[in-house]
T-cell receptor, first 112, second 112 residues
Framework: GDSVTQMEGPVTLSEEAFLTINCTYT??????LFWYVQYPGEGLQLLLK?????DKGSNKGFEATYRKETTSFHLEKGSVQVSDSAVYFC???????????FGSGTRLQVQP | DAEITQSPRHKITETGRQVTLACHQT?????MFWYRQDLGHGLRLIHY???????NKGEVSDGYSVSRSNTEDLPLTLESAASSQTSVYFC???????????FGSGTRLTVV
């Protein structure tokens, strides 16, 4: 079935370091792709999205580009802050089903 | 302001008991979803609904049921709670477009 694969964490970085969290998806159909963030004790919040190939989603300094040729949607940020410490989930949505399929999540820890 | 609320936030129950988790949204969204979150598995879809009187099974629906009698509510019932159902449960809703979900804050359920 359709799936999303994320790099395992935790990812530990120093403040102001460059962040990449890898995400790949199965290539069936033309899904929309999302990144969600979960802060401790909270529900998930939409971070960014892209609905077609070559689209770039961006928000709060985070970016991800929908790469159909590599079936990837990697999350990047140029300079992380301690406040970015959270769990990040990559997800796909298939139009017909309208339900999200999530990756297993990647925990990011940013140290001062 | 519109919101999505889950109750209770925490619950401890005994094996074999019937448990119902509440989800209420005031976004007037047609689509509602239940997920469970477990370490190493990310979020897995339990049940979902596209509108009143509509319900569908997700990947991990065994032992769970839902009903949709109005737009605002999608209660999740565990017919006979098992220890394997100890988890954090998230409810989410979305409109008919491709804009991702709005999540509740979650219910932590412990089955002893």
């Amino acid at each position: 079935g359709d799936s999303v694969t994320q790099m395992e964490g935790p990812v530990t970085l120093s403040e102001e370091a460059f962040l990449t969290i890898n995400c790949t998806y199965t290539a069936t159909g033309y899904p929309s792709l999302f990144w969600y963030v979960q802060y401790p004790g909270e529900g998930l919040q939409l971070l960014l999205k892209a609905t077609k190939a070559d689209d770039k989603g961006s928000n709060k300094g985070f970016e991800a580009t929908y790469r159909k040729e590599t079936t990837s949607f990697h999350l990047e940020k140029g300079s992380v802050q301690v406040s970015d410490s959270a769990v990040y989930f990559c997800a796909r949505m298939d139009t017909g089903r309208r339900a999200l399929t999530f990756g297993s999540g990647t925990r990011l820890q940013v140290q001062p | 302001d519109a919101e999505i609320t889950q109750s209770p936030r925490h619950k401890i129950t005994e094996t074999g008991r019937q448990v119902t988790l509440a989800c209420h949204q005031t976004w007037n969204h047609n689509n509602m979803f239940w997920y469970r979150q477990d370490l190493g598995h990310g979020l897995r879809l339990i049940h979902y609904s596209y509108g009143v009187q509509d319900t569908n099974k997700g990947e991990v629906s065994d032992g769970y049921s839902v009903s949709r009698s109005n737009t605002e509510d999608l209660p999740l019932t565990l017919e006979s709670a098992a220890s394997s159902q100890t988890s954090v449960y998230f409810c989410a809703s979305s409109d008919s477009g491709n804009y991702g979900y709005t999540f509740g804050s979650g219910t932590r359920l412990t089955v002893v």
